[in-house]
């Protein structure tokens, strides 16, 4: 699957699980990806592979667990990788050229959801991530 930033210096591939989504609405998402909620596909860290633009990352720590990393050009916001288990990977859909055919399958911290937009998919809610996903950090 291929994906990449606003500004085009930065396209990866990768190899997305079970082509799962998930729509994330914790607050670090929601403040990083400057939107109501992020949608994420997971995928395994040892499928990643540039194409160009990989040292334009920026990695930025915004938990003991996990790496946000975005465009240091455009500011898009691509991946997340967890520090613990390094072949944990999520990416933004919308960061994935040629729209590809996956609907999100569960809202991940839910609880914390903004008032002011709430999804109308009718997806099972989870207070954090979705158990079969959370396994993975
Ligand atoms: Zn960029
Ligand atoms: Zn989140």
Redesign the pocket.
Known sequence: MLARCLCKAIEFEFEPKNNTAIN???S??RQSHGAAY?TQLFASKASLRFIQGQEKLTEYPSSPMGLRVFCSVCGSRLMNYAKAHSDYMSVALAAVVDAPNIQPSAN??YAGRVQWCDPTQNLTHYDALPDDIGKYL
């Open positions: 994330c609405h914790c670090m998402c992020a991940a911290f």
